[in-house]
C-alpha cells in the first residue's frame, strides 16, 4: 500500500521559509505528477504546486507564485516544498499528493493510482 509521509512543517514568523518533504513508500510514483495542496481552517483544501516525473515542468497556484518552489528527487521518490516570504493566510495543513492529473475542473488524483499523505502543519504568525 502506498504511503506518502511528511515531515517538516512548523511555526514561523512572517517573511521566513520552510521547507516541506514528501517521501513516497509502498509504490514507485516516479513516473506521475506530485504535487501539495493546502487546507486553512475553515476553508477547501486548495491547490499549491505540482510537478510532473521529469522534474522539468511545474504547476503554481497565482497566491503562491514567486514565494513557492517544488521540486523532486526521483532516486527518493521525495518531492519538496521550499516556501519563503511567508505570509499568515498561508498558515494550513499541507497535504502531499502522488499520481495527479489535471482535470478541466482542478488537480485530482488518478483512479487507483493517487494517494494522499496525512498532512502537516504550517503556522506562520504576524
Known amino acids: 500500500q502506498a504511503q506518502l509521509e511528511e515531515p517538516g512543517g512548523g511555526s514561523v514568523q512572517a517573511g521566513g521559509s520552510l521547507r516541506l518533504s514528501c517521501a513516497a513508500s509502498g509504490r514507485t510514483f516516479s513516473r506521475h505528477v506530485m504535487g501539495w495542496f493546502r487546507q486553512a481552517p475553515g476553508k477547501e483544501r486548495e491547490f499549491v504546486a505540482a510537478?510532473?516525473?521529469?522534474?522539468?515542468?511545474?504547476f503554481y497556484a497565482d497566491s503562491v507564485k514567486g514565494r513557492v518552489t517544488i521540486s523532486r528527487d526521483n532516486a527518493k521518490i521525495t518531492v519538496y516544498l521550499q516556501m519563503s516570504s511567508l505570509k499568515p493566510e498561508d498558515t494550513a495543513v499541507y497535504h502531499c499528493?502522488?499520481?495527479?492529473?489535471?482535470?478541466?475542473?482542478?488537480?485530482?488524483?488518478?483512479?487507483?493510482?493517487?494517494?494522499w499523505g496525512q498532512g502537516t502543519q504550517v503556522t506562520v504568525s504576524s
Open positions: 510537478i510532473d516525473w521529469s522534474g522539468s515542468t511545474t
Open positions: 499528493a502522488a499520481g495527479l492529473y489535471r482535470s478541466p475542473t482542478g488537480w485530482v488524483t488518478l483512479p487507483g493510482v493517487g494517494s
